[in-house]
């Protein structure tokens, strides 16, 4: 089966500037959840949707970030403007249940100038 | 909130060395807990779970890990390494019946092993 994909692999911004992050699911996984790595740190909860719901967003930092999964498929996750304290891997990882193990992909490394 | 601490950063090993790396968690109450590892240029892939039965879990590659509920460890072996095990390893935990953020991962810093041939 395909994994977790996620896209952009490396995204490159100015402070200030819109960028949205795109994560698709293994198929017919309705969990899906996204994490964040900043350099030198633990990798770190954002959120969690159950299908199109969000489940938990309590790590969400702050209302510059945005997350949707439409139709309970794929799902983006924006963040409006950055800021450099942004800037590290994100991760998105999907599982069928929700006590099942999580699937991750590569990842997007976001980098803020 | 729950943590989970990794004790060492970086690990160098000659091939054929026996490998444990260490972990503990914090959370009190039920939890699954996992190893990850992530290889140069690749996701980071499941090594092994616990979730209930066996404290002594056998994973990927010849991988094992003893959940020890008393000391809260969860601390990963290998008897015998190779240059390929080279990566970087992640503990994680999820808190069951914590509510709505029962199923996000809690994880450690990461361990980073080097495998000298």
């Known amino acids: 089966e395909a994994g977790v994909t996620q896209f952009p692999s490396h995204s490159v911004i100015e402070k200030g500037q819109t960028v949205t992050l795109r994560c698709d699911p293994i198929?017919?996984?309705?969990?899906l959840y996204w994490y964040r790595r900043v350099m030198g740190k633990e990798i770190k909860f954002l959120l969690h949707?159950?299908?199109?719901?969000?489940?938990?967003e309590s790590g969400m930092p702050n209302n510059r970030f945005l997350a949707e999964r439409t139709g309970g498929t794929y799902s983006t996750l924006k963040v409006q403007p950055a800021e450099l304290e942004d800037s590290g891997v994100y991760f998105c990882a999907s599982s069928h249940g929700d006590n099942q193990p999580q699937h991750f992909g590569d990842g997007t490394r976001l980098s803020i100038l | 909130a729950q943590s989970v601490s990794q004790h060492n950063h970086h690990v160098i090993l000659s091939e054929a060395a026996s490998l444990e790396l260490g972990c503990n968690y914090s959370?009190?109450?039920?939890?699954?807990l996992f190893w990850y590892v992530q290889y140069p240029g690749q996701h980071l892939q499941l090594l092994l779970k616990?979730?209930?039965?066996?404290?002594l879990v056998k994973g990927i590659k010849g991988f094992e890990a003893e959940f020890i509920k008393s000391k809260f460890s969860f601390n990963l072996r290998k008897p015998s390494v190779q240059w390929s095990d080279t990566a970087e390893y992640f503990c994680a935990v999820n808190a069951l019946y914590s509510g709505a953020g029962s199923y996000q991962l809690t994880f450690g810093k990461g361990t980073k092993l080097s495998v000298i041939p």
């Open positions: 949707f159950v299908k199109e719901s969000k489940q938990d």
């Open positions: 959370y009190g109450g039920t939890v699954n």
């Open positions: 616990y979730f209930s039965g066996d404290p």
């Open positions: 198929s017919g996984h309705d969990n």
